[in-house]
């Protein structure tokens, strides 16, 4: 079993949708949870940082850390086909220690 | 300010053959990472240096992964002899030490293919 699990899609939605991407992990230990969108043929970027359990909002993302369940949630509203993309949630430990990716949530919005 | 830098973005090679990759990380990072995408997966760390020091390399596979990085600014990483299963895409990432991995930031990536 992987630390960090995620639904590898396709998801596809129509522009101005709600998004729900998630993931699972299985480490305890992990604090740190981080939400990355990359797009085709580009590397990562950093798009939400949590720290332990609870809601953070950016704009139209809200990142969401549910510890007891061991859940990561990302919510985009009012999606854009812009949003289309590969979303890849990651966790951490703490301390200095190395990020475990998902595989990533391909999504797609269509106008 | 220019972003981590990576050469070359593409590498076709015959399997057994070496090759190189090149990363210019963002100026004054003291962390370097490479990191190996395979295709459908999320990048795993290959490696991590702290200016020239590699603190974690517990992930390459040391027969035939080679990194450095000299003077702790850029890196090279080889691989020799390639074989068909190390087609994926390298990434190369950088981080201000105090701000540790969460706040990473990683270059385009050199998409390897072996055949």
């Known amino acids: 079993q992987k630390e960090v699990e995620q639904d590898p899609g396709p998801l596809s939605v129509p522009e101005g949708a709600i998004v729900s991407l998630n993931c699972t992990y299985s480490?305890?230990?992990?604090?740190?949870f981080m939400w990355y969108r990359q797009y085709s043929r580009k590397g990562p970027e950093l798009l939400m940082y949590?720290?332990?359990?609870g809601n953070k909002e950016d704009g139209r993302f809200t990142a969401q850390v549910d510890k007891s369940s061991k859940y990561i949630s990302l919510f985009i509203r009012d999606s854009q086909p812009s949003d289309s993309a590969t979303y890849l949630c990651?966790?951490?430990?703490?301390?200095?220690?190395?990020?475990?990716f998902g595989a990533g949530t391909r999504l797609a919005v269509h106008p | 300010e220019a972003g981590v830098v990576q050469s070359p973005r593409y590498k076709i090679i015959e399997k057994k053959q070496p090759v190189a990759f090149w990363c210019n990380p963002i100026?004054?990072?003291?962390?370097l990472y490479w990191y190996r995408q395979n295709l459908g997966q999320g990048p795993e760390l290959l490696i991590r240096?702290?200016?020239?020091?590699?603190?974690?390399d517990s992930q390459l596979p040391k027969d035939r992964f080679s990194a450095e990085r000299l003077k702790g600014v850029d890196s090279t990483l080889k691989i020799q002899p390639a074989e068909l299963g190390d087609s994926a895409v390298y990434l190369c990432?950088?981080?201000?030490?105090?701000?540790?991995?969460?706040?990473?930031?990683f270059g385009q990536g050199t998409r390897l293919t072996v055949v």
């Open positions: 240096y702290e200016n020239e020091e590699a603190v974690d």
């Open positions: 990651a966790a951490r430990s703490g301390g200095y220690n190395k990020l475990i």
């Open positions: 100026s004054g990072h003291n962390t």
């Open positions: 990432a950088s981080s201000l030490k105090e701000a540790s991995n969460t706040e990473a930031f």
């Open positions: 949590t720290y332990s359990s």
């Open positions: 480490n305890s230990a992990f604090q740190y």
